[in-house]
């Protein structure tokens, strides 16, 4: 018996310090978006040296897509209210449209599913056609969210 309560207060107490961890500041929000956004940046680079037949594939194409998608499937959650705690690109439309930011979100990761399918496939006719959809999710994001440079 004397087992089970120390067992419950050690997960309880796991728990507790998760949770607590969990607390993000809005300066960590920020490094996150950075880290991500970088990771996207970094990806899209590398499958697009290979999409245009720049590097050889080596089978890397699907990883680099793969490596999008999940970034992708972060961006709903890289852009917390209270994040802009320094200089950045992101304009106050992300915020102040969460609806279109949200619809803009949801066409990059529709892109980069439709990306991996297809580098998955092999086919080099779809995999510029759904990398330049991937492309074009991108800016569209960009040009109604972000500082243009």
Not at 11 to 19: G, I, K, P, Y
Not at 47 to 58: C, E, F, K, P
Not at 106 to 134: H, K, L, S, Y
Request: glycine share 10%.
């Amino acid at each position: 018996m004397q087992h089970k309560i120390i067992a419950a207060v050690a997960a309880l107490t796991a728990t507790m310090s998760f949770t607590a961890l969990a607390q993000t500041t809005p300066e960590d929000a920020h490094d996150y978006r950075v880290a991500v956004m970088t990771a996207l940046r970094g990806h899209i680079g590398a499958a697009s040296m290979i999409a245009r037949g720049l590097v050889s594939n080596d089978g890397h194409l699907v990883g680099h897509a793969k490596g999008l998608d999940s970034a992708a499937n972060e961006l709903h959650r890289v852009f917390q209210e209270g994040s802009a705690v320094v200089e950045s690109e992101a304009l106050p439309a992300i915020w102040d449209d969460a609806d279109g930011f949200a619809a803009a979100i949801a066409a990059m990761t529709e892109a980069t599913a439709a990306f991996v399918e297809a580098a998955e496939g092999g086919d080099g006719q779809a995999i510029g056609a759904a990398f330049r959809n991937v492309g074009m999710s991108c800016r569209g994001c960009h040009d109604d969210y972000r500082v243009q440079n």
